[in-house]
């Protein structure tokens, strides 16, 4: 459709002063989910990589074989450094995708991050040697970091402001389905299998780029409005001050000047957003809700759970995807403040009670409801995708203009990443100086302070409107 058509459209509904009806608007809404959907395949990627440490160690723990025979044995903290580097690489991937959104757009962004991703999972596969497949992880973290960063900046430029809330949420039920995914062929499958089949998912991303458009806000910045235009009709329909929003994106972004985007980063609410933003992430991973997705057939043995530890994963991960999609539905309702506080609530409470119950049982052999540190970590990681692990990267799009989102952004996933980094790198020194007792506890301590924190710093951003 070109400019002249979009501009008679939209003068036509103009004119009529007519308003959209409930099913243009239902139809339109689910157009929009369906880009939501393939955004989410970026998340759908990083949940896989974030979850297959546990696939790994549980295989090498079977079997010592490589894909061509060959033997090969991973020890513990070689088993914890896939999961590190995916979290360190990260840290680089989100520095080096964000010039690419800036200057490229979030489509060159979502093609630099998926081949890579490929990579990742092709070494991960077909490397002989534990150096390869750690080299493999890191090339994987590179593709988490740039993942995360346009897949988070591209759900939120291109959502409604009303469904926002619930269509990010479409992106974090992303990263558990791809949790699920990876657990579930894991469960009997072969750690290089594993990671042919999870090529899928970074190749799937890269096909919807036949689909996807650009972000309209990165077009108007580029001073591309015709093609904002099409864009933003057929996301908001043709009822929709599309000028209005057009002139609110010119607004919020002065200039692209780079230097001016730097400079904009030190002005005092934008610092203030970023402290925010920062220890919500820190927080975020320090609650343990990332160890516990790398490390979860090893906690189950660890608490003498009487379910089976691959079965448990799974079951685990059915949950946190069951509670993402109630959740999806309350975000724009509940607001972002107290969708989180009700998260760290719930995770306090059932880390907390997990502590009580192991320290109750002590070296009892068998231990007694065995089945109770499944229900904790049931609660945990389902209670985790209300709003303790959308909300940071929510709010690390919605809180600063397009002109300073990647880099804005980048910050933040960069303190996180270092977090998520450092917390996954001290499980097996934690464990060992705390006990599992004092490691749970530990852990439910930092969602306790995320409540009042969240209550007094957290500024609502819920139906509105982002530059």
């Known amino acids: 459709m070109d400019v002249y058509t979009v501009e008679k459209h939209l003068e036509f509904a103009a004119d009529k ?26 998340m759908w990627t990083m949940g896989s990589m974030y979850v297959y440490p546990s696939v790994l160690a549980h295989d090498l723990a079977a079997h010592n074989t490589t894909i061509y025979g060959s033997l090969i044995s991973l020890t513990s903290s070689q088993i914890d450094m896939t999961g590190d580097l995916v979290m ?16 490229l757009g979030r489509r060159a962004g979502v093609l630099a991050s998926g081949s890579t991703a490929l990579l990742g999972w092709l070494g991960v596969a077909l490397l002989p040697e534990p150096l390869g497949i750690l080299l493999a992880r890191g090339l994987s ?97 043709r009822y929709a001050d599309i000028e209005g929003e057009i002139q609110s994106y010119k607004d919020l972004n002065h200039t692209s000047d780079s230097k001016a985007a730097w400079r904009d980063l030190l002005r005092p609410q934008v610092l203030k957003d970023l402290a925010v933003v920062s220890t919500l992430f820190i927080l975020m991973y320090f609650t343990g809700y990332q160890v516990i997705s790398a490390n979860t057939s090893r906690m189950f043995e660890a608490a ?44 306090c409470v059932s880390l907390g009670g997990l502590a009580v119950y192991l320290l109750a049982a002590g ?12 229900v904790c970590l049931m609660a945990t ?46 499980y ?8 599992q007792v004092g490691l749970y506890a530990f852990y439910s301590s930092v969602c306790l302070v995320g409540i009042p924190f969240t209550y007094f710093f957290v500024r609502e951003t819920a139906g509105a409107k982002v530059g």
């Open 17 to 42: 002063g007519e308003r959209e009806s409930s099913s243009e608007r239902r139809i339109r809404l689910l157009r929009q989910g369906l880009k939501m959907f393939l955004c989410s395949l970026a």
């Open 88 to 103: 360190l690489g990260a840290t680089a991937g989100a520095w080096l995708v964000a010039p690419i959104m800036m200057r």
């Open 141 to 237: 973290g590179l593709a988490a970091g740039g993942l995360s960063l346009v897949a988070n900046s591209f759900g939120i430029e291109l959502a409604d402001p009303e469904v926002r809330g619930m269509m990010a949420m479409v992106l974090n039920l992303g990263i558990l389905l791809g949790q699920v995914v990876t657990v579930c062929v894991g469960y009997d499958a072969r750690y290089f299998v594993v990671a042919l089949v999870d090529m899928a998912l970074p190749l799937g991303l890269i096909l919807s780029l036949f689909h996807l458009p650009e972000s309209p806000s990165y077009l108007v910045l580029k001073g591309r409005e015709g093609e904002a235009r099409e864009v933003l009709l057929d996301l908001r329909g």
């Open 304 to 347: 003498g759970s009487s379910v089976d530890d691959s079965l448990s994963t799974i079951i685990v991960n059915v949950v946190q995807v069951a509670a993402a999609a109630v959740a999806s539905l309350l975000m724009d309702r509940l607001g972002r403040r107290r969708s989180t506080m009700l998260s760290y609530g719930v995770m």
């Open 363 to 374: 070296e009892q052999d068998p231990q007694p409801q065995a089945w109770i540190p499944l």
């Open 381 to 426: 990681q389902g209670a985790v995708t209300i709003g303790v692990n959308p909300v940071p990267f929510i709010l690390s799009s919605e809180y600063f203009p397009t002109r300073i989102r990647a880099l804005a952004a980048g910050i933040c996933y960069t303190v996180g990443n270092l977090a998520g980094f450092l917390v996954l790198q001290l």
């Open 428 to 435: 097996t020194p934690m464990l060992e100086a705390f006990t």
